[in-house]
């Protein structure tokens, strides 16, 4: 069965520091991965998605990696702001469960001024 | 903007209640889902559906039913609440593939 994990569960940092999120998954195959963002009592909001066959997506200030041979993915917030405090969670698609998400328990960012 | 409204962002019931907790999307997606998630336990999936009259269980749909007798509409059914069933609800829905997932608001459900 598919899992994913997402280290470190809380991260604290300065203003314009940059700052790596890491997400693993036991299975590879699988169709892509994503990132979402989560404001506290809120929804998701999609952040970036990565295929399967994809080492890599840019959004802004925000870079996904992907290295689906040995199940890892990375998420690399630059300069980071206080406007980036909120709960990150890594997501993979397989044939495990139709087309839902897989998540992981997420990684929740603060970052003081 | 395409949305994806859950009824009620906030709800208390009464344990031994029967609940409903109601999704509706604009964007005449084939796909929609209900997950839990809990502080510790992250999003888990109860149901999924793939199509109008279909469903399909999650990981997690002991005491939980689900309707969808419309396309653009995902109804989560607790038919005696509990107080375990206390939790944020989020509904998303997507269209065919792996891709495209819109999320609800959340409904935030207290059971006393």
């Known amino acids: 069965k598919q899992e994913v994990t997402q280290i470190p569960a809380a991260l604290s940092v300065p203003e314009g520091e940059n700052l790596v999120l890491n997400c693993s998954f036991t299975?590879?195959?699988?169709?892509?991965l994503q990132w979402f963002r989560q404001d506290p009592g809120k929804g998701l909001t999609s952040l970036l998605l990565?295929?399967?066959?994809?080492r890599e997506q840019t959004s802004g200030r925000l870079n996904a990696s992907l290295d689906k041979s040995s199940g890892r993915s990375t998420l690399y917030i630059a300069a980071s702001q206080p406007g980036d405090s909120a709960t990150y969670l890594c997501?993979?698609?397989?044939?495990?469960?139709?087309?839902?998400?897989?998540f992981g328990k997420g990684t929740t960012l603060s970052v003081s001024s | 903007d395409v949305k994806v409204t859950q009824s009620s962002r906030y709800l208390v019931k009464r344990t031994g209640e029967k609940v409903f907790l109601e999704c509706v999307q604009d964007m005449d997606h084939e796909n929609m889902f209900w997950y839990r998630q809990d502080p510790g336990l992250g999003l888990r999936l109860i149901y999924f559906?793939?199509?109008?009259?279909?469903?399909e269980k999650g990981d997690i749909p002991e005491g939980y039913s689900v309707s969808r007798e419309k396309k653009e509409r995902f109804s989560l059914i607790l038919e005696s609440a509990s107080t375990n069933q206390t939790s944020m609800y989020l509904c998303?829905?997507?269209?065919?593939?792996?891709?495209?997932?819109?999320f609800g608001s959340g409904t935030r459900l207290t059971v006393v």
């Open positions: 559906s793939y199509d109008v009259k279909m469903k």
């Open positions: 997501a993979v698609t397989t044939n495990q469960a139709g087309t839902a998400l897989i």
């Open positions: 998303a829905s997507s269209p065919p593939g792996f891709y495209g997932y819109t």
């Open positions: 990565i295929q399967s066959s994809q």
């Open positions: 299975d590879s195959a699988i169709y892509n």
